[in-house]
């Protein structure tokens, strides 16, 4: 078979421009250099006739105008199987946890259209994560999608970790989970894994990075290689799989630095053109099937905390449970820091979570909701000055608030205090005794970071006297 060479024309950072005289490569084809071969770049669109864009992979600092390429004809693999739980390996599938070489049963390509092979699946069930705040007011799905959104720092990787070991490390196997690190740091990697050893859940686990020192083909690779690997174990192996990707936004944003490499014309506002059509391709193949389920936890950084930023906007109509992060909770010492009335959850409905779960849910969000029109009147003139029934709303609601707060597994290292798991039932049960006053006279402080109710001091009593 003949050779089909290309000549590099171009240089623009990690973005090659390379000129095809004769039979020109097919999007996605990975070419290879002639003269050395640690070289490759993936095609990605064309500049012009005869001419494209291609993402250099490795080796991009001795690319050199002029030089040779050979296009393989063949897009970027990624190994799957099994053999991949339990270890951390880059988006070649090379391993960088120190533990020797990868055993995989087969090579697959990263992008992958299933056409019309995909059956989905229509069974409506909640994934438990034990975390009170979310499985009572944004009940994960089976299946479904949830974005953790917040800005720098306040939780949305912890966060992310605890329900990877809640829902994987509870599941006796029959779930799996594959975590997509884009574009963040390594030292957080490194503490990932280190928090998933501890716990017991790497066993079930597969992580994949491309990390903030990467170049933004890379980090925009990663991703795909990743979603590759769940699709594996969802079609192959018969097994659910929990996904995860921290952070989103660093897969938009390094869309957005390649777009500009390329000269490509942003939208309006300053992102690339095509990044409703990227986050559409990669969630899209994040599907439930008749055998298996994909259940996607995603972490997005907010940029300045404005949830109005068009990456973050791209990713909301994907998704059935919005999970915000507040700046203003977590400074109040509240973890996890989630602004409970800026969250919401289209699981949330009789029909799927039972009329109870819904009724407390909904009558718990108002009297949030009422002790927040308070907060300027209690700021100005002190709580005393409220009528009675507003004091009581009040009350509760900062009850219900400290109820929330929760010890965290991955966390123990840190806090030196137990992390703990708590069931729905108890979590609806406590939340609705609180509603209906039971432990109004039980100070507010003790609330903060328990479990259950039960697992304060005479909180029977208080019942008792209440009732």
Same mark, same amino acid.
């Given at each position: 078979?003949?050779?089909?060479?290309?000549?590099?024309?171009?240089? %623009?950072?990690?973005?090659?421009?390379?000129?095809?005289?004769?039979?020109?490569?097919?999007?996605? #084809?990975?070419?290879?250099?002639?003269? $050395?071969?640690?070289?490759?770049? *993936? @095609?990605?669109?064309?500049?012009? *006739?005869?001419?494209?864009? &291609?993402?250099?992979?490795?080796?991009?600092?001795?690319?050199?105008?002029?030089?040779?390429?050979?296009?393989?004809?063949?897009?970027?693999?990624?190994?799957?199987?099994?053999?991949?739980?339990?270890?951390?390996?880059?988006?070649?599938?090379?391993?960088? $946890?120190?533990?020797?070489?990868?055993?995989?049963?087969?090579?697959?390509?990263?992008?992958?259209?299933?056409?019309? %092979?995909?059956?989905?699946?229509?069974?409506?069930?909640?994934?438990?994560?034990?975390?009170?705040?979310?499985?009572?007011? &944004?009940?994960?799905?089976?299946?479904?999608?949830?974005?953790?959104?917040?800005?720098?720092?306040?939780?949305?990787?912890?966060?992310?970790?605890?329900?990877?070991?809640?829902?994987?490390?509870?599941?006796?196997?029959?779930?799996?989970?594959?975590?997509?690190?884009?574009?963040?740091?390594?030292?957080?990697?490194?503490?990932?894994?280190?928090?998933?050893?501890?716990?017991?859940?790497?066993?079930?686990?597969?992580?994949?990075?491309?990390?903030?020192?990467?170049?933004?083909?890379?980090?925009?690779?990663?991703?795909?290689?990743?979603?590759?690997?769940?699709?594996?174990?969802? $079609?192959?192996?018969?097994?659910?799989?929990?996904?995860?990707? $921290?952070?989103?936004?660093?897969?938009?944003?390094?869309?957005?630095?390649?777009?500009?490499?390329?000269?490509?014309?942003?939208?309006?506002?300053? +992102?690339?053109?095509?990044?409703?059509?990227?986050?559409?391709?990669?969630?899209?193949?994040?599907?439930?099937?008749?055998?298996?389920?994909?259940?996607?936890?995603?972490?997005?950084?907010?940029?300045?905390? #404005?949830?109005? #930023?068009?990456?973050? =906007?791209?990713?909301?109509?994907?998704?059935?449970?919005?999970?915000?992060?507040?700046?203003?909770?977590?400074?109040?010492?509240?973890?996890?820091?989630?602004?409970?009335?800026?969250?919401?959850?289209?699981?949330?409905?009789? =029909?799927?979570?039972?009329?109870?779960? +819904?009724?407390?849910?909904?009558?718990?969000?108002?009297?949030?909701?009422?002790?927040?029109?308070?907060?300027?009147?209690?700021?100005?003139?002190?709580?005393?000055?409220?009528?009675?029934?507003?004091?009581?709303?009040? %009350?509760?609601?900062?009850?219900?608030?400290?109820?929330?707060?929760?010890?965290?597994? @991955?966390?123990?290292?840190?806090?030196?205090?137990?992390?703990?798991?708590?069931?729905?039932?108890?979590?609806?049960? #406590?939340?609705?005794?609180?509603?209906?006053?039971?432990?109004?006279?039980?100070?507010?402080?003790?609330?903060? +970071?328990?479990?259950?109710?039960?697992?304060?001091?005479?909180?029977? =009593?208080?019942?008792?006297?209440?009732?």
């Amino acid at each position: 078979m003949k050779k089909n060479f290309g000549k590099i024309i171009g240089i %623009k950072g990690n973005i090659a421009e390379v000129e095809f005289i004769g039979n020109l490569p097919a999007i996605n #084809d990975i070419l290879i250099s002639e003269s $050395d071969p640690r070289i490759k770049m *993936q @095609v990605y669109v064309s500049s012009r *006739q005869g001419s494209f864009y &291609c993402f250099v992979l490795g080796g991009y600092r001795d690319v050199v105008r002029g030089m040779r390429v050979i296009n393989s004809g063949k897009p970027i693999v990624f190994p799957v199987g099994k053999g991949l739980l339990g270890r951390v390996v880059n988006l070649f599938g090379n391993p960088i $946890d120190g533990k020797g070489q990868i055993k995989f049963d087969s090579l697959e390509p990263i992008y992958y259209d299933y056409g019309s %092979k995909i059956n989905p699946i229509s069974e409506i069930s909640i994934l438990q994560t034990g975390i009170k705040v979310i499985d009572m007011f &944004c009940p994960l799905m089976k299946g479904g999608k949830m974005g953790l959104f917040g800005g720098a720092g306040v939780g949305k990787t912890m966060l992310l970790t605890e329900i990877l070991h809640n829902v994987v490390g509870t599941s006796e196997g029959k779930s799996v989970s594959v975590f997509a690190g884009v574009g963040e740091r390594s030292r957080e990697g490194l503490e990932l894994y280190e928090a998933l050893q501890k716990t017991n859940s790497m066993h079930l686990s597969s992580l994949i990075f491309g990390t903030m020192g990467e170049n933004p083909a890379i980090r925009f690779l990663t991703a795909y290689a990743s979603v590759r690997l769940a699709e594996y174990f969802r $079609d192959v192996t018969k097994n659910d799989v929990l996904f995860f990707i $921290d952070n989103l936004f660093r897969f938009a944003q390094a869309g957005n630095e390649l777009s500009t490499l390329m000269n490509i014309i942003p939208s309006e506002d300053g +992102y690339q053109a095509t990044l409703e059509s990227e986050m559409g391709l990669f969630h899209e193949r994040l599907t439930s099937t008749d055998t298996a389920h994909i259940t996607s936890i995603e972490a997005i950084y907010v940029p300045s905390d #404005d949830l109005l #930023d068009y990456s973050v =906007q791209s990713v909301f109509p994907y998704l059935e449970s919005i999970v915000v992060l507040s700046r203003n909770v977590y400074q109040q010492g509240l973890v996890p820091a989630i602004d409970i009335l800026a969250s919401s959850s289209g699981s949330l409905n009789p =029909q799927t979570v039972g009329e109870f779960h +819904y009724e407390v849910a909904i009558n718990a969000r108002n009297i949030l909701k009422r002790a927040e029109s308070l907060d300027r009147i209690v700021s100005l003139v002190g709580e005393s000055e409220l009528s009675k029934e507003d004091q009581i709303t009040y %009350k509760r609601a900062r009850r219900i608030k400290y109820y929330m707060t929760q010890n965290f597994f @991955v966390a123990e290292a840190q806090k030196e205090q137990k992390g703990s798991y708590v069931p729905l039932e108890t979590t609806i049960k #406590d939340v609705n005794s609180i509603i209906m006053g039971k432990y109004d006279k039980i100070p507010e402080d003790q609330f903060l +970071y328990i479990g259950g109710i039960s697992d304060i001091k005479d909180a029977d =009593q208080a019942a008792y006297t209440n009732n």
